[in-house]
């Protein structure tokens, strides 16, 4: 593994289905991160881990829950599934949250929820 | 609220130079950020600033005014592999990145 990968690349998924998308860094950096992005708007944070076994809730945090049982992995997932949230979503991760630290991204997940 | 504007979308021919244009409004500021995106990928790191001025990196420049909540990013000497998104990124006094929407770049021959 070189950096952040996340699985599945897409999905599509029936209503009212639970799904977790998986995120796995190997910078062992300590901050890691959950985005939507949609057409025609900014990426919106979801979900956010200062460091393994916290997290914090961004700005769109309905629906979604994260863990961080360890420095490398952060699933999210969709307890029940809604059509809203059909989007392209992508994990990220950074050293710290602080100074000039860069976000690095994962390839995103592209999920339909039908 | 917070925000961040960005152009939608600018077009310009290669080999000539093009700035893209950022201005927000946040919560406080703990410095800026430009990513570059292309179609179907994920976004990588260009640029950051948190002091006023320019940053010059190879063909690549960001500027920064905190006075004015205003950034723009400066590319020169185009390529058809610039044709990409630019997102401007804030972070805010919570140690969030706030994202605008993106400037999609068309480079024509």
């Known amino acids: 593994i070189a950096g952040i990968t996340q699985a599945p690349t897409s999905q599509i998924l029936a209503a009212g289905r639970r799904m977790t998308l998986r995120c796995t860094q190997d910078?062992?950096?300590?901050?890691m991160y959950w985005y939507r992005q949609d057409l025609g708007l900014g990426l919106r944070l979801i979900h956010y881990?200062?460091?393994?076994?916290?997290?914090g809730k961004g700005e769109v945090p309905d629906g979604y829950s994260v863990s961080r049982a360890n420095t490398d992995d952060f699933p999210l997932t969709l307890a029940s599934a809604v059509p809203s949230q059909t989007s392209v979503y992508f994990c990220?991760?950074?050293?710290?949250?602080?100074?000039?630290?860069?976000?690095?991204f994962g390839p995103g997940t592209r999920l339909t929820v039908l | 609220g917070q925000n961040i504007d960005q152009p939608t979308e600018m077009t310009a021919t290669e080999g000539a130079i093009v700035q893209i244009n950022c201005t927000y409004q946040?919560?406080?500021?703990?410095?800026l950020f430009w990513y570059q995106q292309h179609a179907g990928e994920a976004p990588t790191f260009l640029s950051y600033?948190?002091l006023d001025g320019l940053e010059e990196k190879g063909r690549f420049s960001s500027f920064l005014s905190r006075s004015k909540g205003y950034s723009y990013l400066l590319l020169k000497e185009l390529q058809m592999k610039d044709s990409a998104s630019y997102l401007c990124?804030?972070?805010?006094?919570?140690?969030?990145?706030?994202w605008g929407a993106g400037t999609k770049l068309i480079i024509k021959p």
């Open positions: 990220a991760s950074s050293y710290t949250r602080q100074g000039a630290d860069t976000q690095y």
């Open positions: 910078m062992r950096h300590n901050a």
């Open positions: 881990s200062n460091t393994a076994g916290t997290t």
């Open positions: 946040t919560s406080g500021f703990n410095g």
């Open positions: 600033n948190v």
């Open positions: 990124a804030v972070r805010d006094s919570n140690y969030q990145l706030i």
